[in-house]
């Protein structure tokens, strides 16, 4: 696989160690790798905005300026597949993943294993997101990422498949239309199905999804639920 991978701390000595573990992955593995190192999250928008084809960001959190977190969630608004790996040195931050939907966290000094499973997992999902499904609209086929799919909704004969910034009308039923989906979905209603990166937060009557969507869970369902989010993350 081909990989695009951006190593964003402050500490040279940090990207230059972290440079040298996910070449040598990536050698061993067969990846064809560009690498590419930053010392702040300024220096990286600036590439971004002219090349968002990044894959996997390793990113330290604690950096002068713009933090990790901060900069994750600014990216994260515009491109759902990339893969986010933080780096810190302390645990407090774990809970700030979950709104941009980070793959993983490693501690501070970064074991060279540790960090292989990582890349290893982020591109078994980046290999599953690139997936796309076409839709038959009444507006003609429109290609649709897997990875781009909020959740899916049933309307009598029709489902509505929202995205961050569209929702598209399809004439086909949830159930032949979850045929197309993969694991990173999870049905949650008879008419619900929720893709389980974007949920934001889950109680035991419904699911608020990132774009602030409000999604209904079947009475029974939240144990499911709960249990298919964490095996996710």
């Known amino acids: ?21 996910v070449f040598s992955w990536a050698k061993r593995n067969r990846h064809l790798t560009e690498i590419r190192q930053y010392a702040d999250a300024k220096s990286f928008l600036f590439d971004y905005s002219e090349e968002k084809d990044f894959d996997i960001l390793l990113l330290d959190i604690e950096m002068p300026g713009m933090n990790g977190i901060e900069l994750a969630k600014t990216v994260r608004c515009e491109n759902a597949a990339v893969q986010i790996v933080f780096i810190t040195g302390y645990y407090e931050y774990f809970g700030d993943g ?28 980046l290999a599953c997101r690139q997936r796309s499904i076409l839709l038959s609209t009444s507006e003609g086929d429109i290609k649709v990422s897997l990875a781009n799919i909020l959740y ?5 004969v029709y489902v509505i498949v929202h995205t961050m910034h569209e929702s598209y009308r399809v004439r086909m039923s949830l159930g032949k239309f979850s045929e197309q989906l ?17 949920i934001r937060k889950i109680t035991r009557t419904d699911i608020t999804m990132e774009n602030g969507d409000s999604v209904p869970i079947s009475r029974g369902l939240y144990d499911d639920v709960h249990a298919a989010l964490i095996k996710y993350l």
């Not at 696989?1 to 573990?21: F, H, P, V, W």
């Open 1 to 21: 696989m081909k990989l695009k991978i951006s190593i964003c701390d402050d500490e040279a000595e940090q990207r230059a160690y972290l440079a040298d573990l």
């Open 98 to 125: 979950f709104d941009v939907s980070a793959l993983h966290y490693l501690i501070k000094p970064v074991d060279d294993g540790k960090l292989c499973a990582v890349l290893d997992k982020a591109v078994d999902c």
């Open 152 to 156: 899916v909704e049933a309307q009598n």
């Open 182 to 198: 993969d694991a990173t979905f999870f049905k949650v209603h008879r008419s619900f199905i929720a893709g389980l990166k974007y």
